[in-house]
């Protein structure tokens, strides 16, 4: 069973940045797709940004231009850089890598950003 343990979260001001880190214990880290995801309190589970084993990306339109993901696969490390935070950014964050049929999730790390 693979373990995704996530760190990097705070509170922040509004307008402030923070950079957030999923270490990986998969065999082979290059493989999987690995993504951030997010829930508000009382909000569903929301997809934020993403990089394939190729390092293609894609983001969640709420956070283009703000947010950028980025892979370290000598590191097993998967990063999500996070400028310009909102309040609205408020949430747990997730990590979350897939292949194939395997799914694994983090515990999450809580982003507070006072405005």
């Known amino acids: 069973q693979a373990q995704l343990v996530e760190s990097g979260g705070g509170l922040v001001q509004a307008g402030g940045s923070l950079r957030l880190s999923c270490v990986a214990s998969?065999?082979?880290?290059?493989?999987?797709?690995m993504g951030w995801y997010r829930q508000a309190p009382g909000k569903q589970r929301e997809p934020v940004a993403s990089?394939?084993?190729?390092?293609?990306?894609t983001y969640a339109d709420s956070v283009k231009g703000r947010f950028t993901i980025s892979r370290d696969n000598g590191k097993n490390t998967v990063y999500l850089q996070m400028n310009s935070l909102k309040p609205e950014d408020t949430a747990v964050y997730y990590c979350?890598?897939?292949?194939?049929?395997?799914?694994?999730w983090g515990q999450g790390t809580q982003v507070t950003v006072s405005s």
């Open positions: 979350n890598s897939k292949f194939r049929r395997e799914d694994y």
């Open positions: 990089i394939t084993s190729g390092g293609s990306t």
């Open positions: 998969l065999r082979i880290f290059s493989i999987y797709a």
